[in-house]
Antibody, heavy 120, light 108 residues
Framework: QVTLKESGPALVKPTQTLTVTCTFS??????????VSWIRQPPGKALEWLAR???????FYSTSLKTRLTISKDTSKNQVVLTMTNMDPVDTATYYC????????????WGQGTMVTVSS | EIVMTQSPATLSVSPGERATLSCRAS??????LAWYQQKPGQAPRLLIY???TRATGIPARFSGSGSGTEFTLTISSLQSEDFAVYYC??????????FGQGTKLEIK
């Protein structure tokens, strides 16, 4: 069974750096063609893709947020980590990680999400 | 960046009836189009990929069609559990992957 679970702080202050972790099971990010993406959703709004990391450590970022994002993986721990610098209240959202196998290219399995509020 | 536009924003349909949701891309995405269902307080769930292929475990009442810039998600006979928000997403031209703003399917 494939599962993903996000973890991170529920509250961060403006200008701080957010670090969220995706811990997964049921697949390996060292398998050829496997990828994991981060997607966020502000309350009551649509989904926004943020970043992707591939089995071969290729990384891709949202063009509008590229300067603030870093994605990394720890294959031995089955984890993917996203950091976002200089947080602002508009970054308040639920942050999801999702599996994205190259065979589908769509996000086939999602975590439950972690809600992050940016407020002083 | 490809802009995805969904219509209508809200669709009111009675249980047992057919629902048709639309998604338009600002430029061709060929058939690199997915549909997701999201219920309140839950993560999105993949329904359709490749514009018309149902994901694992998705009932046959869900079908997708279209290519290029115009796509449709059809739910043939609405069940109570189908009332949710639906998103389309393109994965032909990235980064970034882009989503539509969603269609809320509500009970009439």
């Amino acid at each position: 069974q494939v599962t993903l679970k996000e973890s991170g702080p529920a509250l961060v202050k403006p200008t701080q750096t957010l670090t969220v972790t995706c811990t997964f099971s049921g697949f390996s990010l060292s398998t050829n063609g496997m990828r994991v993406s981060w997607i966020r959703q502000p309350p009551g709004k649509a989904l926004e893709w943020l970043a992707r990391i591939d089995w071969d450590d290729d990384k891709f970022y949202s063009t509008s947020l590229k300067t603030r994002l870093t994605i990394s993986k720890d294959t031995s721990k089955n984890q993917v980590v996203l950091t976002m610098t200089n947080m602002d209240p508009v970054d308040t959202a639920t942050y999801y990680c999702a599996r994205q196998p190259s065979s589908l290219d769509a996000f086939d399995i999602w975590g439950q999400g972690t809600m992050v509020t940016v407020s002083s | 960046e490809i802009v995805m536009t969904q219509s209508p924003a809200t669709l009111s349909v009675s249980p047992g009836e057919r629902a048709t949701l639309s998604c338009r891309a600002s430029q061709s995405v060929i058939t690199y189009l997915a549909w997701y269902q999201q219920k309140p307080g839950q993560a999105p769930r993949l329904l359709i990929y490749g514009a018309s292929t149902r994901a694992t475990g998705i009932p046959a009442r869900f079908s997708g069609s279209g290519s290029g810039t115009e796509f449709t998600l059809t739910i043939s006979s609405l069940q109570s559990e189908d009332f949710a928000v639906y998103y389309c997403q393109q994965y032909n031209n990235w980064p970034p992957y882009t989503f539509g703003q969603g269609t809320k399917l509500e009970i009439k």
